[in-house]
């Protein structure tokens, strides 16, 4: 079959304004826009102005008005506790609806923000559609980090509200939510009016008099009155939620996304790109803490009508590599969204692909990737194993949806390996050099957006417009900087292959090494330190600390190792999974005093690397060399 990418990339081209007003008609709005774009809006412009609607009746109520409402919406499975269950979709309107009329008990209303801390259990699909069926904001915290960090978000998006669980469950161990959440609020100045605590048997906990309430009981008596809670219609405009993502420093951004424009997006994507229709089982094997878990677990799928899985697990482990068949196979899923790790981890435990035998594989039609980039082994093994197509496709949580991508529902492209496809309409990508010029094809730089985004990307940072304006749009005037390098080919193909800042990705987690060094560097025998990202065969890429000690401590390096590695999880948290310590005398400085990351990066991987000229003293990289095989890494 031919695809219509490249006609239908045209379209959008050519007129934005009636590409994405065809596409909002798939969307129920209560009342429509006055202007589709407004450039004089905001920082760069916004969508849909004018319009009103509510993103939980578009996920819930009109499929069930529809004929949806025996359909199941939502499938939990979690090996990692042995239970399993699904909900219709009026089954999941009425537990949605039940914690709605909970929230407005406790005084929760429109533009409130509720930040929601749970693992991977149903109730965390509830709080998000509740939210958004009365207008509140939400902010989802991954339960990886540690308690400073929900602190951080407490601050930042001041919640009147949390909703959490008593505890997470990661193999081996029990994770305990509430501690982390009394220690949170305790350290912040910002503090919430009550929680919501769902017991979990695994680890119940006690609950504080007047502040915490216990879900089960709340949810559970709304039920029996029989309370009903309408959609409240908000503008397009207005937030849906904010979800945190790693910045350059230890304060993380908030990633603003509105109701209007992001459910236009999500409801395209999902058959034009992943090529699924309404009534299918879609699954995104990733975490609701993250992006990809928000808009392919929550809100793509239920907008179109499918069916989603809720995964409580790990791709290996729970109890092995053969998960993942037996949840496609059980529930006849058709395409499987997880990182390129979770691969790499099964590939580990069954080279072979043994175990996919075992497993009736036969609706299932497509493999998608993304999180960080998908390296070509682990994606031909996959393509040969599983004998479906693989598809790289690359995202940002600014993005909300991806930025590349083989549209499979166009019709698939052919695949290149190592690169996330082409890019989707709303995107028009360049690659530019440090001065904002336009480079050649097939040469690296940097990757920008010409601006305006498109309906859902990010319109602006939680309350911080400059911010935003400093972060993304003022180094190169008039586009949007990803903040990613790599090229375009002469077939219009996207290769993105670094970060340019110091982000890095671990286990498919993006994380900040500034976020890093600032924990370190209160270390008290901590002089300086520098964090960089090295190559990981699993997680792609591990944090590796460079530390150098104040002059004349005497103190036993292991045992100051084993702090710093502590103080990180304890400030972080584990999702950080930093582990390696490298001791040395000095660290490499341009003359003007910035630490050459990058080269360091590039002895511990073993690659090419060149002197820099600006180095203020080159014997220091014979340095870094020597402490980094001492350690038995780099050549
Ligand atoms: N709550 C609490 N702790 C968590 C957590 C959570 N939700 N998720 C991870 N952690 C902890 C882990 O238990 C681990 O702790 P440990 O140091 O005590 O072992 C630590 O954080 C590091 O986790 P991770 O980097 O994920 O390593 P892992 O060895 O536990 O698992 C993989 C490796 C590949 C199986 C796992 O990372 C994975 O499934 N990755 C896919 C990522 C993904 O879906 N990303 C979303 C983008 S699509
Ligand atoms: P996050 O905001 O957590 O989704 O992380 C976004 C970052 O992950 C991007 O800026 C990239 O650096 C990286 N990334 C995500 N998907 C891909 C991909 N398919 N290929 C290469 N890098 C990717």
């Not at 407005?104 to 259990?121: A, E, L, N, S």
Request: proline letters at 6%; a negative charge.
């Amino acid at each position: 079959m031919s695809s219509r990418y490249s006609e239908v990339y045209e379209s959008w081209k050519k007129d934005p304004e009636r590409f994405w007003s065809e596409a909002a008609a798939d969307i129920d709005w209560f009342s429509s826009w006055t202007q589709i774009f407004d450039k004089d809006r905001g920082v760069y412009g916004r969508w849909f102005v004018g319009a009103t609607c509510n993103t939980c009746y578009n996920c819930l109520d009109r499929h069930i008005e529809k004929g949806r409402a025996d359909q199941t919406a939502l499938i939990y499975d979690s090996p990692i506790t042995g239970r399993k269950k699904s909900f219709t979709y009026a089954e999941l309107k009425a537990e949605v609806v039940a914690l709605a009329a909970v929230m407005q008990d406790h005084g929760i209303g429109k533009g409130d923000r509720v930040i929601i801390y749970m693992p991977m259990v149903p109730e965390a699909v509830f709080s998000m559609l509740a939210c958004a069926r009365i207008g509140a904001i939400h902010s989802v915290v991954f339960g990886g980090f540690a308690a400073k960090e929900l602190a951080t978000r407490i601050d930042d998006c001041k919640p009147k509200l949390v909703l959490a669980a008593s505890c997470g469950i990661e193999p081996g161990r029990i994770v305990g939510y509430k501690p982390l959440l009394d220690q949170a609020i305790e350290l912040s100045a910002a503090k919430p009016e009550s929680c919501i605590i769902l017991q979990r048997e695994e680890q119940p906990c006690e609950l504080v008099p007047r502040r915490d309430f216990d879900y089960r009981e709340a949810v559970g008596a709304a039920m029996s009155a029989g309370r009903d809670v309408a959609c409240i219609p908000v503008a397009a405009t207005d937030p849906l939620y904010v979800l945190y993502t790693s910045g350059t420093t230890g304060r993380p951004k908030g990633v603003v996304r509105d109701n209007g424009g992001h459910m236009v997006m999500l409801k395209w994507t999902m058959w034009n790109e992943f090529g699924v229709k309404p009534g299918e089982a879609f699954w995104a094997a990733s975490d609701v803490g993250w992006v990809v878990g928000h808009s392919y677990i929550v809100f793509a799928p239920l907008l179109h009508g499918c069916t989603s899985i809720l995964f409580e697990g790990k791709p290996v482990g729970t109890p092995d590599a053969s998960v993942f068949w037996r949840i496609i196979a059980e529930y006849g899923v058709v395409a499987l969204f997880t990182a390129p790790t979770a691969f790499r981890a099964i590939k580990r435990d069954d080279p072979g692909g043994e175990q996919i035998r075992n497993h009736d594989l036969s609706r299932f039609r497509t493999l998608f990737l993304a999180g960080e980039r998908a390296d070509p082994e682990t994606v031909k093994w996959a393509e040969e194993k599983l004998g479906v197509p693989v598809i790289d496709h690359w995202w940002q949580t600014e993005t909300g949806a991806p930025i590349s991508q083989n549209p499979v529902g166009l019709g698939q492209l052919p695949v290149k390996y190592g690169s996330p496809g082409v890019p989707m309409p709303g995107y028009d990508v360049r690659i530019v050099d440090d001065a904002g010029h336009e480079i050649e094809k097939g040469t690296f730089g940097n990757v920008v957006i010409k601006l305006p985004l498109p309906p859902g990307a990010l319109p602006t940072l939680w309350q911080a417009d400059q911010r935003f304006r400093e972060a993304y749009l003022e180094e190169f005037p008039g586009y949007y900087k990803t903040a990613d390098a790599g090229f375009i080919d002469e077939d219009g193909y996207l290769f993105i292959m670094a970060r340019t800042d110091d982000i890095i990705n671990v286990a498919g987690h993006r994380l900040s090494t500034g976020a890093m060094e600032e924990v370190i560097a209160e270390h008290p025998d901590v002089a300086e330190c520098a964090v960089v990202g090295i190559a990981d065969a699993m997680k792609g890429q591990a944090p590796c600390g460079f530390v150098v000690l104040n002059a004349g401590v005497k103190r036993d390096m292991a045992e100051i190792e084993r702090e710093v590695v502590a103080m990180v999880r304890e400030r972080i948290g584990p999702v950080a999974a930093f582990r390696l310590v490298v001791p040395v005398k000095r660290l490499p400085k341009t003359r003007s005093g910035k630490i050459l990351r990058a080269t360091m990066q590039k002895i511990a991987d073993k690659e090419a690397w060149t002197m820099p000229a600006t180095i203020d003293d080159p014997a220091i990289l014979n340095e870094i060399t020597v402490a980094l095989n001492e350690r038995g890494l780099g050549i």
